[in-house]
T-cell receptor, first 112, second 111 residues
Framework: KAGVTQTPRYLIKTRGQQVTLSCSPI?????VSWYQQTPGQGLQFLFE???????NKGNFPGRFSGRQFSNSRSEMNVSTLELGDSALYLC???????????FGSGTRLTVV | GQQVMQIPQYQHVQEGEDFTTYCNSS?????IQWYKQRPGGHPVFLIQ?????EVKKQKRLTFQFGEAKKNSSLHITATQTTDVGTYFC???????????FGEGTQLTVNP
């Protein structure tokens, strides 16, 4: 059974650019959540999608957006990148509410 | 809103010693999950606690959920070098709400 797949693994972008990260959940998992992990701030919740609907949203600016497709795959987009957006972005999937999450290996984004 | 504090932030132990991390919430929780993240890795789900006073064991790991459902702990007996990593609690205030993560306890084990 394939795990959660995130692409790309590493990304270097320039300030002001935008970026799109992709996440393919475990087959059959309908819930996908995104987290930002930095050494100083820990794991910060970005948003959660379930059956193509955003169910929960964290306290991030509008530059951060996401969506989920009918096959449960999800993307997150960050526009007008800032240096502070450099982080590990983790995607996690679960079968539904009140289940444990399976995390992907993450996308390491560096903004220069 | 919900505030969760996880302590200690760091813990260094000698191999064979016990280790405990605590997670305390300002509000009553629906459930709490625990995760382990190895250095350079991603969080891995360990367990979910739902019932008041619940105790669950996984080999040398013991998880507890407080009677008031406001705190939880993870205890490792006789640590091994394979236990190295950061342990996160992830409480949910209500069923289906966002899964937030504590700041984590970084465990190092000296052989």
């Amino acid at each position: 059974k394939a795990g959660v797949t995130q692409t790309p693994r590493y990304l270097i972008k320039t300030r002001g650019q935008q970026v799109t990260l992709s996440c393919s959940p475990i087959s059959g998992h309908r819930s996908v959540s995104w987290y930002q992990q930095t050494p100083g701030q820990g794991l910060q919740f970005l948003f959660e999608y379930f059956s193509e609907t955003q169910r929960n949203k964290g306290n991030f600016p509008g530059r951060f957006s996401g969506r989920q497709f009918s096959n449960s795959r999800s993307e997150m987009n960050v526009s007008t990148l800032e240096l502070g957006d450099s982080a590990l972005y983790l995607c996690a999937s679960s079968p539904g509410i009140n289940y444990g999450y399976t995390f992907g290996s993450g996308t390491r984004l560096t903004v220069v | 809103g919900q505030q969760v504090m996880q302590i200690p932030q760091y813990q260094h132990v000698q191999e064979g010693e016990d280790f405990t991390t605590y997670c305390n919430s300002s509000t009553t929780l629906s459930n709490i999950q625990w995760y382990k993240q190895r250095p350079g890795g991603h969080p891995v789900f360990l367990i979910q606690l739902v019932k008041s006073g619940e105790v669950k064991k996984q080999k040398r790991l013991t998880f507890q959920f407080g009677e008031a459902k406001k705190n939880s702990s993870l205890h490792i007996t006789a640590t091994q070098t394979t236990d190295v990593g950061t342990y996160f609690c992830a409480p949910q205030e209500t069923s289906g709400s966002r899964l937030t993560f504590g700041e984590g306890t970084q465990l190092t084990v000296n052989p």
